[in-house]
């Protein structure tokens, strides 16, 4: 049919796929995260990465939160930048995924040592720790 042969163009790769299911519904953090990752895969990293951190700002809106996958996101985030050799920022987001897995969880005592390390690596990232702890009521 016509429309099955329009479809194949859509089809060709990844990042083809990714894309037209992004442009189709574009606040989903799903998607978005699934192109940056085949982004990556194509060596596109500054590409990739813009993707992956817009899923992971997606995925803090209140119609996502608890469905989006943000530690997996962050550490993907950490991931492109080692593969950049910015080892500093990727040390930055793995640690930041650490913080949301353990909070996401609810496991407080893990969660503040994973933003007491952090915090000790990056003194920057006191602020956003101090935000993810109050939400555990710590």
Known sequence: SVTSYARIAVWRDDVTICRDAARKDPDDPIWRRQLGKALVRQGKLDEGEF?????????????????????????????????????????????????????????????????????????SGAERCRAALAKLGV
């Open 51 to 123: 993707e992956l951190r817009r899923a992971a700002a997606l995925s803090l809106r209140p119609l996502f939160r608890g469905t989006s996958n943000l530690p997996l996101i962050l550490l993907e985030i950490g991931l492109v930048r080692e593969l950049r050799g910015d080892y500093r920022e990727a040390e930055i987001a793995l640690q930041s995924a650490m913080e949301a897995f353990y909070s996401r969880r609810k496991e407080r005592d893990k969660a503040v040592a994973a933003c007491r390390r952090g915090i000790e690596r990056d003194p």
